[in-house]
């Protein structure tokens, strides 16, 4: 009787108890509701949207495109400061004037911003896409200040005009972008120096005191007629205009100043430069909209994480 008694004692002592039954059947439970849900262990992002990824890889092209057309103007930059000699020791000093380095300057921000929005994008980056907000959101800051500067000093835009045509002017074998410039307004807008054609006694090449052949002259971009037979541009047709009355001269050249004619070009293309300015906040809105689309889809699962 004993001996039945310790057996049976044994088999109590080897049954588990009913607390063991429950966790252990509770350990299974979690361990199977690990496996088949693995998001009750670790923060699974959730899947995007398709619109959300629509407009993901439509941010990335985007910015795609504005990073090439700001390289491609960094390029044009580079290659005309290079090609003029501008980057040399000697030429340093008028580069702040050059029209080159506009384009470098601008080329440099646009390929920075925006690659900023493709890597933020195409990473789903939020400091970048950050960064890409602020700096086009204060890029078009400045526009409107800009703006806003030129309508409160409209009035002194005449003044400004006539010291950048006079720098121009004074500049003008210097510089050929400057050259260039001068000679597209005065051969579009049919005009001649700032206020009339004797504006040009004031270049050191075209006084009548300076030698050389172009003394007393004008460029060839104020003749009436600066073609030579059609095609080829006669750069002597103003040669001595200067020592001419304005009756004489009045045959040859245009006697009237390009500040007056540009004055009035630009205000019958006001209607255009709005649009203009109004399309490129447009552009700059639909980044800036497009950024902060994915910027919402990505920062919750940074936050969950």
Request: charge should be negative; aromatic fraction near 6%; include cysteine.
């Amino acid at each position: 009787q004993a001996a039945r008694l310790s057996v049976q004692g044994s088999w109590l002592v080897q049954l588990p108890s009913s607390d063991d039954d429950d966790s252990s059947m509770a350990g299974d439970m979690d361990l199977s509701t690990a496996e088949q849900d693995p998001g009750v262990w670790c923060s699974v992002p959730p899947k995007l949207s398709p619109f959300s990824q629509c407009v993901r890889y439509l941010a990335f092209l985007w910015n795609l495109l504005f990073l090439l057309l700001g390289l491609l103007a960094l390029a044009v930059g580079v290659w005309g400061l290079l090609a003029k000699g501008s980057l040399e020791g000697e030429r340093l000093a008028p580069l702040g004037s050059d029209p080159m380095l506009l384009f470098v300057l601008v080329g440099l921000g646009a390929s920075a911003v925006s690659l900023a929005g493709c890597l933020g994008a195409l990473r789903s980056n939020p400091c970048l896409l950050r960064f890409f907000v602020g700096a086009v959101l204060a890029f078009a800051g400045l526009e409107v200040l800009g703006g806003l500067l030129l309508l409160a000093a409209r009035h002194r835009l005449r003044d400004a005009m006539r010291d950048a045509l006079l720098l121009c002017l004074l500049r003008y074998q210097e510089e050929p972008d400057l050259q260039f410039l001068v000679d597209e307004v005065q051969r579009s807008l049919q005009c001649c120096g700032l206020s009339s054609y004797h504006d040009w006694e004031t270049n050191p090449y075209f006084n009548c005191s300076a030698p050389g052949a172009q003394a007393c002259s004008v460029p060839a971009s104020c003749c009436l007629d600066p073609w030579q037979n059609g095609t080829v541009t006669n750069t002597q047709c103003a040669f001595g205009v200067l020592r001419l009355g304005d009756a004489a001269a009045g045959t040859v050249v245009h006697l009237g100043g390009c500040v007056a004619q540009l004055s009035a070009w630009l205000r019958t293309q006001a209607g255009g430069i709005a649009a203009g300015a109004a399309v490129l906040v447009l552009v700059e809105a639909t980044g800036v909209l497009m950024a902060l689309k994915v910027l919402g889809d990505i920062v919750p699962v940074g936050a969950q994480g």
